[in-house]
């Protein structure tokens, strides 16, 4: 299958390539793990009703999730562009119009949006690792560790300080090159967050709230299931597997032409999941065996984890490591929101990769105080969603990525030619194939369209 850009012979990567699959699986895990699967997705499960909202969650990663990363690493190793040029090269090519750019164009604003608060909470992970060295969980109270959170998120000083931390290092580490660092990181990172979180899950059993947590989280209230929880659960599932801002996108333009895109976007869907449920698997338990809130919100995961640091034999130690790698796990993020960005401001301008770091990263900076001063000084202006912060949040999640991730689907399904998806996915065009392609012609957007008809509820 050849015959794709003009001159009829493949496009080549102007960045470079992956040095193997593996290395494009840990960068797309990279991304994928992160504050969304150990921040986000258990303080929305509490909010959302435990059960419904995991059961609906999973749904979304399945039908929604794997079909739409499938599409976005296939755009991009067949664009082999930063997402701006690669929608508007494909849609020349597919569909004779160079409008789809703006489906790359919408990712990046996306990713701006989104790592100016990212970058905020994973300041607080940073802060944590230094919270959790001073020794002050130890034995803590749950009120206790309360309002050292509370100090922490009411200071703009210090969110500030910290936001400002965890910026430049991911400006440093984007500026020299991504590829060999975010391999090794990724390839010590996840498998460590795994391992402390299988130590803190054996910690979450002997506090003895086990029973009440599985219930919370997989005994579904069907009742429970409103519009609310429907968008909700599909932006969470877009934003933990880092789908819908074109990010995955700009990484599949390095791939190598051999590498399987259905078993690597299945490894990375998985492997996403699990460590997303895990983390709900070690707080809920801390949550019911202390008597605390599983809605209590965004301070949730800095609210129960440091009570099991503080409670158990080595937990100075576990919980440092703890923060630390989640630290990491939130820079491999932030990289690769910055990616499509920075990949477009060089191709863009002729700029080299320390550059349009630099000014991609400082944009977001700056953005970055909306959200630090949403907990504190601006923490009493509220519109629409809430705080600044929450409208970023929710712009982002529940609708600049999924509307990204139906545009995309739909250019996949319906504007590229069976040929040209099958020679990125399947020449032969197995079932597998066929499955997939029937899942983002029909039932991926038409579940995004319905999600979003029946949330218009709450814009009312
Ligand atoms: N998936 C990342 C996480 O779970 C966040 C992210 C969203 C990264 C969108 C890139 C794009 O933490």
Redesign the pocket.
């Known amino acids: 299958m050849s015959g794709i850009g003009s001159g009829g012979e493949r496009r080549t990567s102007l960045h470079g390539f992956w040095s193997s699959r593996l290395a494009f699986v840990l960068a797309v895990t990279g991304?994928?793990?992160?504050?969304?699967?150990i921040?986000?997705f258990p303080y929305m499960t509490g909010q959302y009703g435990g059960g419904a909202f995991v059961l609906v969650y999973l749904l979304a990663v399945l039908l929604i999730g794997l079909p739409i990363m499938m599409a976005e690493i296939l755009i991009g190793r067949r664009g082999r562009r930063n997402p701006v040029t690669t929608m508007r090269l494909l849609g020349e090519e597919e569909s004779g119009t160079r409008h789809w750019q703006w489906v790359g164009a919408l990712g990046l604003l996306?990713?701006f949006l989104?790592l100016s608060f990212?970058s905020v909470i994973a300041g607080w992970t940073v802060a944590y690792i230094f919270e959790a060295a001073s020794g002050a969980f130890n034995g803590a109270t749950p009120a206790e560790i309360n309002a050292r959170f509370s100090a922490l998120e009411g200071s703009p000083w210090r969110t500030g300080f910290w936001h400002t931390v965890f910026m430049l290092g991911t400006i440093l580490i984007v500026a020299r090159g991504v590829e060999r660092g975010l391999e090794q990181a990724v390839r010590v990172m996840v498998p460590g967050l795994v391992v402390i979180l299988l130590l803190l899950l054996a910690y979450a059993i002997g506090t003895g709230a086990m029973g009440p947590a599985l219930e919370f989280m997989f005994r579904p209230d069907f009742s429970a299931i409103t519009g609310g929880v429907v968008l909700a659960a599909m932006g969470q599932a877009?934003?933990?597997?880092?789908?819908?801002?074109a990010?995955?996108m700009a990484y599949g333009a390095y791939l190598p032409q051999d590498a399987s895109i259905s078993g690597t976007a299945a490894a990375v869907v998985a492997g996403?999941t699990i460590i997303a449920l895990l983390a709900g698997l070690v707080i809920f338990p801390i949550v019911f065996a202390n008597g605390l809130d599983p809605a209590e919100g965004i301070g949730l995961v800095f609210k129960t984890l440091p009570l099991a640091f503080g409670g158990m034999t080595g937990g100075l130690l576990v919980g440092v490591l703890f923060f630390l790698l989640l630290g990491f796990?939130?820079m491999t993020?932030?990289i690769?929101?910055m990616e499509p960005s920075v990949a477009w401001a060089m191709e863009r301008f002729g700029i080299n990769r320390a550059l349009a770091g630099s000014y991609v990263g400082g944009v977001i900076w700056v953005l970055g105080f909306a959200t630090v001063l949403s907990f504190s000084w601006l923490s009493d202006f509220r519109f629409l969603a809430g705080t600044l912060f929450d409208n970023i949040d929710f712009l982002t999640s529940n609708i600049t990525?999924p509307l990204g991730g139906l545009l995309i689907t739909l250019f996949a399904g319906w504007f590229m030619s069976a040929n040209s998806t099958a020679a990125e996915l399947d020449p032969r065009a197995g079932a597998l194939y066929r499955c997939w392609r029937v899942l983002v012609r029909w039932v991926t957007p038409a579940l995004v369209v319905v999600v979003f008809l029946n949330s218009l509820g709450l814009f009312r």
Not at 31 to 37: K, P, R, T, W, Y
């Open positions: 991304s994928a793990v992160g504050l969304g699967n921040w986000k996306g990713g989104i990212y877009f934003f933990s597997l880092s789908i819908g801002m990010c995955v996403d796990a939130a993020s932030a690769s929101l990525l």
